[in-house]
T-cell receptor
Framework: GAGVSQSPSNKVTEKGKDVELRCDPISGHTALYWYRQRLGQGLEFLIYFQGNSAPDKSGLPSDRFSAERTGESVSTLTIQRTQQEDSAVYLC???????????FGPGTRLTVT | EDQVTQSPEALRLQEGESSSLNCSYTVSGLRGLFWYRQDPGKGPEFLFTLYSAGEEKEKERLKATLTKKESFLHITAPKPEDSATYLCAVQGHTGGFKTIFGAGTRLFVKA
């Protein structure tokens, strides 16, 4: 079956511009996570969605970051007024339920110039 | 605060040379400890979930074990295709479903 997909695969933007990253989870997966991975580093938790519950936004680094998810489908991560330190790979993962294994997409590589 | 520390940062092995990767963790009530494999330019691939101390799981040349403070990923007779970054992660009962990842161990296996 289809795995987690993310788009775009690469995004180059100028400092100060807004960007929107998209994640299509595996069908039927109720949980969805966003992570940031800087070069050579581990994954940094950003936000978690579980069904219709309020999302866990505790990992968002600033109010420039926001994410939405409609039901158990597509999610978008928006970064406003991008800064060079936002350059990273943004990974999305979905899970059949919260405490189980996560299935990751290929990531979106964001470069802020 | 939940924390995960992995060691070593990098490990170079000859093909067939068995070794272990370490994951030390601090968490308020372990919900689950996870091991993932990540190849360059790709998202992590799930390997194992461990839930309680004493639990062990195996998959091909990999075996994961868990104590109350750490987990080991044992690699038996590795092959060059086992070269990757191995990531350890935890979820605690008090952190919702927030998952904390370690920085990973980069494994290089030479033929």
């Amino acid at each position: 079956g289809a795995g987690v997909s993310q788009s775009p695969s690469n995004k180059v933007t100028e400092k100060g511009k807004d960007v929107e990253l998209r994640c299509d989870p595996i069908s039927g997966h109720t949980a969805l996570y966003w992570y940031r991975q800087r070069l050579g580093q581990g994954l940094e938790f950003l936000i978690y969605f579980q069904g219709n519950s309020a999302p866990d936004k505790s990992g968002l680094p600033s109010d420039r970051f926001s994410a939405e998810r409609t039901g158990e489908s597509v999610s978008t991560l928006t970064i406003q007024r991008t800064q060079q330190e936002d350059s990273a790979v943004y990974l999305c993962a979905s899970s059949p339920s919260g405490p189980l294994e996560q299935y990751f997409g290929p990531g979106t590589r964001l470069t802020v110039t | 605060e939940d924390q995960v520390t992995q060691s070593p940062e990098a490990l170079r092995l000859q093909e067939g040379e068995s070794s272990s990767l370490n994951c030390s963790y601090t968490v308020s009530g372990l919900r689950g400890l996870f091991w993932y494999r990540q190849d360059p330019g790709k998202g992590p691939e799930f390997l194992f979930t461990l839930y309680s101390a004493g639990e062990e799981k195996e998959k091909e040349r990999l075996k994961a074990t868990l104590t109350k403070k750490e987990s080991f990923l044992h690699i038996t007779a590795p092959k060059p295709e086992d070269s990757a970054t191995y990531l350890c992660a935890v979820q605690g009962h008090t952190g919702g479903f927030k998952t904390i990842f370690g920085a990973g161990t980069r494994l290089f296996v030479k033929a």
